[in-house]
């Protein structure tokens, strides 16, 4: 059974736990600046915390497919203030959503226990500085970067070639002096993979557990549940509710959603399925 440690907190695995994404950039449709951002992220904080989030992922970089990157002043600038909104309002964990080390040192002294990284410390100076930090990490497979992965994405054995890659920045990990009890693992659906891997990949899910560490799943409101649905983003909800609920089933731990409310839902009534196995 899995547990997480940071500092005095703990976060038990024993079944899963919804993980709300927290989007602190700029708003492509408004154009209310810095402070709107601000706010709209905090409103953000309080919504999913009240709807049972056990864990708030703040991120104020876009890894979307083509999205341009990010100075390291204005990331600090974004997610920063909602890192210390956040940790001073509630007792939820904080996960800072960043692949620079600087980011990763000011997000955990603001108070963030966590650190999710779709980049899985492969940035220079992100190994050192998260083994130095001692919190948990989730390492994410990708294959190629956000400007090009989705371009022809390849592979011969998609399961085996992220589980490779996961396992190999596992020993990184380890080597570096990281805790085996801080590495949480994700096969990164969307991430350099066509509808056909993203499946693959679901559907063999168990096979990951095979390395032994906590799972993290992020398939919200994808282009996995769009592209086969034939859905525009805002009609996502009962696919990605679907992939969920699969995912928990098949073993996942940690569900990153933008849906909170209804994926809590789903995942209370699986829990108390299973809890009724034992009666
Ligand atoms: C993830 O899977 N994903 S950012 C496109 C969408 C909807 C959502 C077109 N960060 C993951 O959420 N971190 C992201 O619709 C992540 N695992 C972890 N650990 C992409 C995203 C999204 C992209």
């Given at each position: 059974?899995?547990?997480l440690?940071?500092?005095?907190?703990?976060l038990?695995?024993?079944?899963p736990?919804?993980?709300a994404?927290?989007?602190?950039?700029?708003?492509?449709?408004?154009?209310?600046?810095?402070?709107?951002?601000?706010?709209?992220?905090?409103?953000?904080?309080?919504?999913?915390?009240?709807?049972?989030?056990k864990?708030?992922?703040?991120?104020?970089?876009?890894?979307?497919?083509?999205?341009?990157?990010?100075?390291?002043?204005?990331e600090?600038?974004?997610?920063?203030p909602?890192?210390?909104?956040?940790?001073?309002?509630?007792?939820?964990?904080?996960?800072i959503?960043?692949?620079?080390p600087?980011?990763?040192?000011?997000?955990?002294?603001?108070?963030?226990h966590?650190?999710?990284?779709?980049?899985?410390?492969?940035?220079?100076?992100?190994?050192?500085?998260?083994?130095?930090?001692?919190?948990?990490?989730?390492?994410?497979?990708?294959q190629?970067?956000?400007?090009?992965?989705?371009?022809?994405?390849?592979?011969?054995?998609?399961?085996?070639?992220?589980?490779d890659?996961?396992?190999?920045r596992?020993?990184?990990?380890l080597?570096?002096?990281?805790?085996?009890?801080?590495?949480?693992?994700?096969?990164?659906?969307?991430?350099?993979?066509?509808?056909?891997?993203n499946?693959?990949?679901?559907?063999?899910?168990?096979e990951?557990?095979?390395?032994?560490?906590?799972?993290?799943i992020?398939?919200?409101?994808?282009?996995?549940?769009?592209?086969?649905?034939q859905?525009?983003?805002?009609?996502?909800?009962?696919?990605?509710?679907?992939?969920?609920?699969?995912?928990?089933?098949?073993?996942?731990q940690?569900?990153?959603?933008?849906?909170?409310?209804?994926?809590?839902?789903?995942?209370?009534?699986?829990?108390?399925?299973?809890?009724?196995?034992?009666?």
């Amino acid at each position: 059974m899995f547990e997480l440690k940071s500092g005095e907190k703990t976060l038990s695995l024993a079944s899963p736990i919804v993980m709300a994404i927290i989007n602190v950039t700029p708003d492509s449709f408004s154009d209310g600046g810095q402070h709107a951002t601000f706010e709209s992220a905090c409103r953000q904080v309080d919504k999913v915390v009240s709807q049972g989030a056990k864990i708030v992922d703040i991120g104020g970089e876009s890894t979307r497919p083509g999205a341009t990157a990010v100075t390291l002043e204005e990331e600090l600038a974004r997610v920063i203030p909602v890192i210390e909104y956040t940790a001073d309002k509630y007792d939820v964990w904080i996960s800072i959503d960043s692949s620079k080390p600087e980011v990763m040192e000011q997000a955990v002294n603001a108070g963030a226990h966590l650190i999710n990284d779709v980049r899985a410390l492969q940035e220079p100076g992100a190994l050192a500085m998260a083994a130095s930090l001692d919190v948990p990490v989730c390492l994410m497979h990708m294959q190629g970067q956000p400007q090009n992965m989705q371009d022809a994405p390849e592979y011969d054995n998609v399961i085996q070639q992220v589980n490779d890659f996961l396992s190999l920045r596992v020993d990184y990990c380890l080597a570096a002096g990281m805790s085996r009890e801080n590495i949480i693992l994700d096969p990164g659906f969307g991430f350099g993979k066509t509808l056909e891997h993203n499946y693959e990949l679901l559907a063999k899910l168990p096979e990951l557990h095979s390395l032994h560490f906590p799972l993290l799943i992020g398939l919200s409101r994808k282009s996995m549940i769009g592209d086969l649905l034939q859905r525009d983003t805002d009609q996502r909800l009962a696919g990605s509710l679907a992939g969920a609920m699969i995912a928990a089933q098949q073993g996942a731990q940690i569900l990153r959603v933008h849906d909170v409310e209804e994926t809590v839902d789903v995942i209370t009534v699986m829990s108390a399925t299973m809890a009724s196995l034992h009666n």
